[in-house]
């Protein structure tokens, strides 16, 4: 075997195993994002109820809407 068909062998490999990587990659994230976004959701919250009435309503929000806030933002809210 020449060293050029060696080379493209060992591109080929890379590639497939640059490929695999990529899956493995996207599917952890498809597991864990979601996973994130709720703990965040809930640590948001739980600073969000922490605060006094007046605070809440300094920013816009009354603490029954706090969960939806932290959740769905500012345009679902208001919707």
């Known amino acids: ?32 994002g979601p996973l994130v976004q709720a703990h965040r959701a809930r640590r948001d919250a739980e600073h969000l109820m922490g605060l006094n009435d007046d605070l809440l309503k300094d920013i816009g929000i009354a603490r029954c809407e706090v969960e939806a806030a932290v959740r769905w933002g500012q345009a679902r809210r208001s919707a």
């Not at 075997?1 to 994230?29: D, G, I, K, Y």
């Open 1 to 32: 075997m020449t060293s050029l068909n060696l080379t493209a062998l060992q591109n080929s490999e890379v590639s497939r195993h640059r490929h695999v990587a990529r899956a493995v990659v996207r599917t952890v994230a498809l597991i864990l």
